[in-house]
């Protein structure tokens, strides 16, 4: 009735997909592992450069605070209107002014800016 060597033959011939299945399932985790790595890398480059622009905002703030102390001394010392525009020794360059009694002074460092306003 049913042919033994045709039934053992179509039976060892039966295809398996324990490999296929392996490489798919590596390749899904190799691709996480890459988004992941990715991400981190990501996050790591914008933190390194806003280190770099607080580090640069801190010499910006200080020739701002200098720019408001010259034309707070020469406002206090001859009673006129200040304004003033300098160059530190730093490379950061300052802008002051003042009106009644308020001074604006702002200072830049690289590419970072801050200001300051003091009033009396």
Same mark, same amino acid.
């Given at each position: ?36 790595? +990715? ?5 790591? /480059?914008?933190? $390194?450069?806003? *280190? =770099?622009?607080?580090?640069? @905002?801190?010499? #910006? ?8 102390? +010259? ?5 206090? /010392?001859?009673? $006129?209107?200040? *304004? =003033?525009?300098?160059?530190? @020794?730093?490379? #950061? ?28």
């Amino acid at each position: 009735m049913f042919n033994k060597k045709t039934i053992f033959y179509s039976s060892s011939h039966s295809f398996s997909q324990g490999g296929a299945t392996t490489i798919l399932l590596a390749f899904f985790i190799m691709n996480i592992l890459l988004l992941v790595s +990715l991400t981190a890398a990501s996050i790591t /480059i914008y933190d $390194i450069k806003m *280190s =770099a622009e607080i580090a640069d @905002s801190v010499p #910006a703030f200080y020739a701002a605070d200098a720019g408001s102390e +010259l034309c707070l001394y020469q406002v206090r /010392i001859s009673g $006129i209107v200040c *304004s =003033a525009a300098m160059t530190l @020794s730093n490379g #950061a360059t300052v802008s002051a002014s003042s009106d009644a009694n308020k001074v604006l002074s702002g200072g830049i460092y690289k590419n970072v800016s801050r200001k300051i306003e003091v009033t009396w």
